[in-house]
């Protein structure tokens, strides 16, 4: 009996030390491969394939500043979060140097010598040669907003590091003063989106100066509800005969009914016409659910859109018209369509029905010159859309948005674009029995079971 128990006990000693020296060399082989999953759904905290290709192609030094202390950051923190995004940054060749202003009051100084940019501590400062960007912790974390948090991080570094090794950053202008929607307030996520992409972005006015400015290589309409004046007609159409003009016209809906001419007038010469109506899809695996107006439109496969074929949603459009003029200099290209189902009600005169397919987006362009880009929606890339609980729908089309710019209007084959992810909370929706019988189970019947177990093992043991 001695010997049994002895055999049995000897066993269970060597197989106790046996997984505890297992566990201790896992973890000594992990803690030295610094080895780490990320679990979150969209790949959340993992540098992605578009940053990737991006840092790949850069030839010159960067060099990231974070403004802190990196080794008093606590676990679980966003500046933690940062900082191990920041680590994947730096195996790819990019430098990643913290410094504390406080124990080094010069570094900021260093960097904004003329006290213009607001460099504080907690910044970050993405370097490379003469030409610096700032980051804010805040602006890394991202945006809440009632649907989950935008995350900004990657988009934002990788924009940044795009910023300061560009030798040119051409200028994205958006016309204000026809109650357009702000480039400020209303597209701040498509601000940024463009900006990560190396394009600087700034307001405009049409009624100030003699013409757009030398350096605007992007034109952008989002939503006017007033036509243009006979004034900023002749500096738009000036722009546009430049042979270097790029503008894009985003036209929601105009409930009122008023025409614009001068910009019909601007789009014609492009073999584009915009209609006074309102698009609903009739197609009922095309819309929302009792809303025939929210729908998603098809891209169209052509020279600009390669072979992308995925959907966009587009709420609330107004159709567009290919005008029946053939002109040799002219490219034309139906870029976004409705299905043969859709119908379009017209503004102007009530009760009057157009059958489709309808175009919903337009591109034209002139043989080795100016380009223009006409939507019939403006609404789908504002942060009201973005932000929505249709925000995962809205971001195929914010990323065809940006795509189409960022290549085709700048005239770059194929470059490789990055946009914001959003940040969902993941909840389970349980009713009060349900919640009862769970508590039942977890309190009551586990514990049981647990028990029972070990006193069958216990039973059985004390005979061995």
Known sequence: MNRRSLKYGSNSIILIVAVLAIAVIVN????????????????????GDESKTIIKDIKKEVTIYGLFDDGEVGAGSIAKDITNLLAQYEKLGIKVTYVDPDKDPGTIASFDKDKTKGIKKYD???KSGNKIKKLSMESLYGQESDYGRMYTAEPLITGAIKFVTSDVTPVAYFVEGHDEYSVDTDLTRIKADLENNNLEVKPLSLLTGEKIPEDCKLLVFASPKRDLSEAELIKVNAY??????????LFDPVESGSKFPNFEQVLQTYNI???????KEMDESRHLPGDEYS????????????SDTYDVFLPDSRSLSILKNDKEWLKTYSMIKTTEKAEALSILNQGSTEQGPFDIAIATEVEGGSKVLVFGNG????????????????????????KTIVNWMQDKEDQTTISSKLV?????????SQ????????????????MACGLVVWARRRHL
């Open 28 to 47: 000594l082989l992990v803690g030295m491969g610094d080895i780490k999953w990320d679990l979150t759904s969209d790949k959340l905290y993992t540098l």
């Open 124 to 126: 970050f400062v993405v």
């Open 240 to 249: 546009l005969k430049g042979n270097t003009g790029r503008v894009i016209f």
């Open 273 to 279: 016409g915009i209609n006074y109506d309102k698009v």
């Open 295 to 306: 729908f998603v439109g098809k891209v169209q496969s052509n020279d600009i859109n390669n």
């Open 379 to 402: 609404i789908f890339i504002t942060d009201v859309a973005l932000s929505s609980q249709y925000s995962n729908q809205f971001a195929a089309g914010e990323y065809y948005f940006l």
């Open 424 to 432: 969902t909370p993941k909840t389970i929706t349980v009713s009060q």
């Open 435 to 450: 919640a009862k019988g769970i508590s039942i189970v977890m309190m009551g019947v586990l514990p049981v079971l647990i």
